[in-house]
């Protein structure tokens, strides 16, 4: 077994470390130190024990002539660092105790951390869950981001209303973490012309832009959990060269070269806060051809540096496509052999064509990306005429496969036509890739059935699943010591290196004394959560009751709004039937609505009035308490998760492609109740049908209620509890004096057609709430359901996806250093 502690540490030199730091970098004293001034020297002197061990990674001739990933996504959710890296190095009780002497307690140091909220959601986490895992196991990777200068919006309620505001995440003084590169800063152009020129009888086609920025990487060190090996994960920020390219003043483009100066400050400005929503937006595309240029121009930098030949970049890269973000990856490759390196077409796209492979998070029309031709035409001009080769190049296999048949061609062009023609990413990317994957079984099926099945046809082999997964050192060991410290003393500490070990704990799955502490152990999860409830929103939870959660992006999809309605249904009951009677039960809610999505703004409004109603009525006598937690983020889901009992993921079937909250809430011993979508299916194969509540359409039975022409009105008037429910919705119930404040929900649940079946699915949800009260009273069957969750969920690590990926994908090995 290898070693815990790998990095050298010396106790007394690290807090010479941290006091040196505490003057020359924060100029304050230990006296007058505050402790944001504590948390960044010792964050300081902790990045200086990595950054060492990143170089030597860097260095090491094994790893440069091994194969890597390089994993290119625009969002990487990473969370705070401090506390996870340290159970990494396995430094955690030195540093508690060097701190200590000083006078300072690690844990209070650690809150001081501002989350880098550098991503949205579940494909950002997924991003860096698959980073920590990637290290852990050593196999070589470079992790490409953006340095955006605001992460997602923090978010906060005013009367009821979200409001955002920016997030500084580097605060003034910067981020400890980070070390700044700029002996590998990049140049990166836009706008300009293409030139033709003549090479000894061949014609050369030449990008000259009309702008160009600095892309300057920022290292983030990946410590490997119980390795001394450390990648990079490198966010590119866009700077100006200052004050405009004299080439493209002489050029003739002084409008575009004036641009510049404007538009490169902007570009990794900000992380656009849309979640599956695509806009079409300009500066969008220029920081997804900003990262996609900075990144691939790295990539072969490395390669050349390690005295590889071009041709040979697939057997030492593979370039993995975080979702359809990073696509202009793809031309920008063949841009650069083609032009710069002066390969041959078709040579060219054998070696790129073997080098990418591309992601799908989701199904969701409105999230598939199509940019317009013209904008690219007028951002990248060159790419714009790549794109038309690889296309035409492209149809003339399809045209072999189906001789004839324009429909087929028309649908699987990469060029969209119309009046206003689009280049659609997804498609570039299947021709582009030598592999694409869903995230989970049944989406990658979709994937297959629905969204590529011609694709599917053409390349056969091309398409696969892989399963998302969760970090178990972040997701466990981190978040839920308590649960962490239990499964050690009963299975030794390995299983946060295999998470299949879990497994073992079944046999205690019926051992009262362990249902005992494992339920003692959940408990105390909840009173810290209910701590920081009462503490920050003064609202008083009991910690007997069901604590049951929803936490994940606000979207219709997810239906936030379907466990609102089993609320007022609740409510309703307890308030008109005398005979009702229910668990106590603590909704929790935390989502963030993109800034532009209306109901989804609605949605949270709805919620948190219903919350202030129903927490201060006497007369349901407090059966009832409903939190909406604001501002979510990594840190809170680690205060959340370990003190849930009911995990949501009551998505309409077939569209939540995976979700990964749902593995991390089985993990920490929550029960679910959930339909049949995404990776819910999966858990359920693991934890048996009778240890998750499952309910609903599944996916066909929602396509056949779609093609019937679904109405809303039929399930309306059918159910009297569900009819009342949505009625309380429309007077002032929750807006006293204001009539009507909440109809948005209601209508886009009636006149709106309920495009997400939420009526339809009701009446099942309501009776699998019903299960879940009945098995709470039964205290021991429900510990010993939690337990079975929580060891029957080792396939969801995010280890095991990795390797899923380097086994039937990537075809790399791990290199121990
Ligand atoms: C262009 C706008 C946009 C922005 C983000 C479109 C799409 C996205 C993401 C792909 C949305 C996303 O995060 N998808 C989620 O990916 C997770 C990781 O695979 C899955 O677990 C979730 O089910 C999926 O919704």
């Known amino acids: 077994m290898k070693p815990t502690q790998q990095i050298q540490f010396d106790k007394a ?20 130190a505050s402790s944001r001034a504590w948390y960044l020297a010792m964050g300081r002197a902790l990045a200086e024990l990595t950054t060492f061990d990143l170089l030597e990674t860097e260095q090491d001739e094994r790893i440069r002539n091994a194969k890597s990933v390089n994993y290119l996504s625009l969002e990487f959710l990473i969370g705070r660092l401090t506390g996870n890296n340290l159970i990494s190095i396995g430094l955690y009780e030195e540093v508690t105790q060097a701190m200590g002497e000083l006078g300072q307690s690690l844990t209070d140091l650690l809150e001081e951390e501002r989350d880098p909220s550098l991503g949205n959601g579940g494909l950002g986490r997924l991003a860096a869950c698959f980073m920590d895992s990637l290290a852990a196991q050593e196999f070589p990777t470079v992790g490409y981001g953006l340095h955006y200068e605001y992460g997602l919006f923090k978010q906060s309620f005013e009367q009821g209303h979200q409001k955002e505001a920016p997030d500084a995440w580097c605060g003034v003084e910067g981020y400890p973490w980070e070390i700044a590169r700029p002996d590998l800063a990049q140049e990166i152009g836009f706008y300009g012309h293409v030139e033709v020129v003549q090479d000894n009888g061949r014609e050369l086609r030449r990008w000259v832009p009309g702008m160009v920025v600095k892309a300057m990487p920022w290292d983030i060190p990946i410590v490997g959990y119980q390795s001394n090996t450390v990648y990079p994960l490198r966010l590119w920020e866009c700077q100006a060269i200052a004050p405009f390219s004299l080439e493209s003043f002489n050029n003739g483009n002084y409008f575009e070269a004036q641009h510049a100066l404007i538009d490169a400050g902007n570009i990794t400005k900000v992380l656009y806060p849309n979640d599956n929503h695509e806009k079409g937006k300009t500066l969008r595309l220029m920081q997804q051809y900003f990262h996609s240029a900075a990144s691939v121009r790295d990539i072969l930098r490395r390669h050349e540096e390690a005295g590889h030949t071009l041709a040979s970049l697939p057997k030492y ?22 032009d710069e390196k002066g390969m041959g077409w078709d040579e ?58 324009v429909s087929k061609q028309r649908k699987l062009s990469i060029i969209q036509e119309g009046f206003h023609r689009m280049v659609r990413m997804a ?25 590529f099945p011609e694709f599917h046809e053409l390349y056969p082999t091309r398409l696969h699943n892989v399963t998302n997964g969760v970090t178990p050192r972040r997701w466990l060991k981190f978040c839920n010591p308590g649960l962490s410290q239990l499964i050690t003393d009963k299975i030794g ?61 606000l979207h219709e999809y997810k239906r936030q709004h379907l466990n609102m309605l089993h609320i007022l249904s609740l409510y309703h009951r307890l308030l008109n039937d005398a005979d009702f009677d229910m668990v106590p039960r603590v909704f929790i809610f935390a989502a963030k609505a993109a800034p532009g999505y209306h109901l989804a703004k609605e949605i949270i409004y709805a919620i948190n009035k219903i919350a202030e109603k129903v927490n201060n009525d006497p007369r349901i006598n407090n059966k009832l308490k409903v939190v909406f937690l604001p501002d979510y983020r990594v840190s809170m889901a680690e205060i959340i998760i370990p003190a849930a009992d009911v995990s949501e993921q009551i998505s309409t079937a077939g569209k939540e492609a995976s979700g990964t909250g749902n593995m991390k809430m089985a993990l920490n011993g929550a029960l679910t109740i959930g339909t049949m979508d995404g990776a819910n299916v999966e858990i359920r194969e693991e934890v048996g049908d009778e240890n998750i509540y499952i309910f609903g359409l599944e996916v066909d039975e929602v396509e056949r209620l779609h093609a019937s022409g679904y109405n809303p009105y039929l399930y309306y008037n059918a159910d009297p509890l569900l009819k009342a429910s949505l009625e309380l919705l429309v007077g002032d ?53 939690a337990i079975l969750n929580t060891a029957l969920v080792g396939k969801f690590s995010s280890d095991r996806s990795i390797r899923d990926y380097v086994n039937n994908i990537w075809q790399l090995e791990s290199v121990k250093r």
């Open 348 to 405: 060219a796209w054998v070696i790129c064509s073997k080098t990418f492979a591309y992601t799908n998070h989701t199904l969701l029309p409105e999230a598939l990306e199509t940019w317009s031709e013209s904008l690219i035409q007028r951002l990248l001009p060159r790419h714009m005429e790549i794109i038309y080769q690889i296309n035409h190049l492209f149809l003339k296999e399809v045209r072999a496969k189906w001789p004839g048949d």
């Open 493 to 553: 500490k390995q299983w946060a290196a295999d998470l299949d070990q879990l497994e073992a704990i079944s046999q205690f799955a019926d051992d009262t004394e362990f249902q005992q502490q494992f339920m003692a152990v959940k408990k105390a999860n909840k009173q810290r959560l209910a701590d920081w409830v009462q503490d920050n929103m003064n609202i008083e939870l009991d910690t007997n009751a069901i604590f049951d959660v929803q936490i994940k992006r």
């Open 733 to 785: 119930e929750f807006t006293p004096g204001e009539v009507g404040k909440l109809r948005s929900t209601y209508d886009s649940l009636l006149d709106g057609g309920d495009p997400y079946l939420v009526l339809a699915d009701f009446a099942a949800y309501v009776e699998a709430h019903e299960a879940i009260d009945a098995q709470y009273r039964d205290q021991q069957g429900w510990a010993k359901k």
């Open 317 to 338: 890269e593979t370039i993995q496509l975080n979702d359809t973000h990073p696509t202009i990856a793809i031309p920008e490759l063949m841009r650069i052999f083609v």
């Open 427 to 451: 498609n570039l990317c299947v021709v582009g890739s030598y592999a694409v994957n869903g995230v989970a079984a049944l989406h990658s099926d979709l994937v297959k059935r629905d969204l």
């Open 13 to 32: 030199s690290f807090q010479t470390s941290v006091k040196k730091h505490l003057s020359s970098t924060y100029a304050t004293t230990i006296e007058k």
